[in-house]
């Protein structure tokens, strides 16, 4: 039933009622100004009334009429005392009011022919503050949290609460993004893949001619450092399409249901700014496989996020222009149905670069600096093998640190060598001074790597070697550099990366006649290719081609390739720990071999490290041809 039309004041127009003709309907919020004005009504009669009845006098005077028996009643309040006068005033008020005084002090003064009045402090400015300024630090309070939670700046409060839904990915405008694919280099199958999807966005029209559709989420994979953001903005900047980029860490907050709702906040802006590309990046933090660790179920704030998403990717239209990119190093923690088809049914891995490719990468950072002559991206290409992008634009802005504080004009080939060095051994530790003794010790060992290394056949060229100390614990290290990339390893090449490993204790016991720590890191390593040769690749004659021991989960394994470890017997371990003992037993007799037929050669090289401490691989050539002329160990 309609609402009871509110009392108006006395000549004003009669308030139209709701949804009558007379004006707009009654709204209940037009009540709060009738009741202020109804409330300072009241306020200011009583204060006329107070001042027409009622006469304030000092307290003497009170005493004095109250002597002569003029009043007829009292009322005592705790600061003032109303009286009533047997017979009006002239004025013709008959009540009379006034300030308490103190008992004691008003006898006191009544000894004084003085006159004398009570006054009441006032305290309202301090009563306020006690009551605004909790309520205002406290509003304060209020709205900084809000703020913080809202993540919006000016946001705060209640609005700022209300925003905590609200998706946080960055809107990038299609003038935003300056990056294109002549921007990224290396990847060139990763660029071909997702050229198809740029032609998408731009014609639509022109794909859908045959009936065929376009994935609707494409997943880039790949080991850190290699370009995957980098693809996803050149893609965008190649498209000319507005870009939403976003973490997965992002849609996941304290408060449950808020990742869910900032996933459908974010699809809800990606279709009214397409044709648009949505990012996310680190996946992995989002999608994780559901039902694994103790505290997995249903009401997982992670997993309303995910099923979110995967509800908006079920739902999805390709055709409404929108593409979604998705980047993970972690691909096998992904859960299954987010790679089901229909969903990121297009994985596009994004690897590191083989030999050309780090040189066209290296091409795409030389453009940022001053390179001298004799620099070739070839060259340091092959300096740097294992390297993704990111580790070589890493090494171009050290070649160019360390070329600036010689005070170079350019930046020359040595500096990138010194870069190297400096990021895969550490940076030198010149003030670690040696004794004489160890600083042998060290050559003898450095120079039975080397050694050993340029006599077998397969092994990878020896690029310099140094006794300068380097890192946390490396007092010396042999750099050898690959000349290919390598993908496989044959029997005899593990055989002689075993004897290189272990040249350098064989040459401690040939030369010094006893063994040092220095070769504990030799040793693990060694052990480690021996095992893996045993127990995994199936290399011993002894335990035969059986896998005993799985790779450990790594890139690009799925959760369910993986079983659990087969048992052995006690015979069965026992007998390939004697295999793995034979393997690095016979690669340190080589090694001895090796070193004992060329001892004059050792030693005259660990002299000519002790004096330079750092031989290059120039100066190495003489040595190499020699160590090569002699015959290898079998």
């Known amino acids: 039933m309609p609402l009871p039309t509110p009392p108006s004041s006395p000549g004003s127009a009669p308030r139209p009622a709701p949804n009558s003709p007379l004006g707009t309907p009654w709204k209940p919020g037009q009540l709060w100004p009738l009741l202020l004005a109804l409330v300072a009504l009241f306020w200011l009669r009583d204060l006329w009334v107070t001042s027409t009845q009622v006469q304030p006098i000092p307290y003497s005077e009170f005493v004095q009429q109250l002597k002569s028996g003029k009043v007829e009643s009292i009322a005592i309040g705790s600061q003032f005392i109303e009286g009533k006068l047997k017979s009006p005033q002239p004025d013709g008020r008959n009540r009379i009011v006034t300030t308490r005084v103190a008992p004691d002090l008003a006898r006191e003064l009544a000894s004084y022919d003085v006159r004398y009045e009570g006054v009441v402090e006032n305290t309202l400015l301090r009563d306020l503050l006690s009551w605004v300024l909790p309520a205002l630090l406290l509003l304060g309070v209020w709205s900084f949290i809000g703020r913080k939670m809202a993540g919006q700046g000016g946001m705060g409060g209640v609005s700022g609460l209300l925003s905590v839904g609200k998706s946080r990915a960055k809107l990038h405008s299609e003038t935003d993004i300056q990056v294109t694919f002549d921007d990224v280099a290396g990847v060139d199958e990763a660029k071909a893949e997702l050229r198809e999807s740029v032609d998408f966005l731009k014609s639509p029209q022109t794909y859908g001619r045959l009936g065929a559709r376009m994935p609707k989420g494409v997943l880039l994979v790949g080991p850190p450092g290699t370009g995957k953001t980098l693809l996803a903005r050149a893609m965008a900047g190649e498209a000319g399409v507005p870009f939403f980029s976003i973490t997965g860490s992002e849609f996941v907050e304290m408060f449950v249901g808020v990742g869910a709702a900032r996933v459908r906040d974010l699809f809800g802006q990606a279709r009214a700014s397409a044709p648009c590309i949505i990012f996310i990046d680190e996946l992995d933090a989002l999608g994780r496989a559901r039902g694994f660790g103790p505290m997995a179920g249903g009401h997982d704030e992670k997993e309303q996020t995910l099923n979110q998403l995967l509800a ?19 691909p096998e923690v992904l859960d299954a149905a987010l790679l089901r088809a229909g969903r990121f049914d297009r994985q596009v891995l994004v690897d590191r670069p083989d030999r050309k490719g780090r040189a066209d990468v290296l091409r795409v950072h030389f453009k940022k600096v001053l390179l001298g002559a004799d620099v070739a991206a070839d ?4 300096l740097t093998p294992g390297f993704a992008g990111a580790d070589l634009a890493n090494l171009v802005n050290e070649a160019a640190l360390l070329a600036t504080r010689r005070n170079a004009e350019a930046v020359a080939m040595t500096d990138f060598t010194a870069a190297v060095e400096r990021i895969v051994a550490g940076l030198e530790k010149h003030q670690r001074v040696l004794g004489e ?16 290394a340029m006599c077998l056949p397969g092994t990878d060229a020896v690029h310099k070697i140094s006794i300068i100390p380097r890192g946390i614990g490396a007092l010396g290290y042999t750099m050898q550099r690959p000349s290919e990339d390598r993908y496989l390893a044959r029997r005899s090449e593990l055989r002689n990366r075993l004897a290189v490993l272990l040249g350098g204790r064989a040459a401690e016991m040939l030369v010094l006649g006893e063994v040092s720590t220095g070769a504990a890191d030799d040793l693990v390593k060694a052990s480690d290719i021996a095992h893996d040769m045993v127990t995994r690749w199936g290399m011993s004659d002894e335990v035969g081609p059986v896998v005993y021991d799985r790779a450990p989960q790594r890139f690009l394994e799925s959760p369910d390739s993986l079983k659990p470890e087969r048992g052995r017997s006690d015979d069965t371990a026992r007998r390939i720990d004697s295999a793995v003992r034979s393997l690095v037993d016979e690669a340190f007799g080589r090694a001895s071999a090796a070193l004992q037929a060329r001892r004059a050669l050792l030693e005259d090289g660990a002299k000519k490290l002790l004096a330079q401490e750092t031989l290059t691989e120039a100066e190495l050539l003489p040595l190499a041809e020699s160590a090569r002329l002699l015959a290898a160990p079998d």
């Open 312 to 330: 908006e990717m079920d739902g999805f239209d390709a055709s409404t222009g929108v593409v979604i990119l998705a980047a993970t190093n972690r």
């Open 379 to 382: 060259a340091v290409a092959a």
């Open 437 to 452: 003794a160890e600083r042998r010790t060290v050559a003898v060992h450095e120079m039975g790597h080397a050694l050993v």
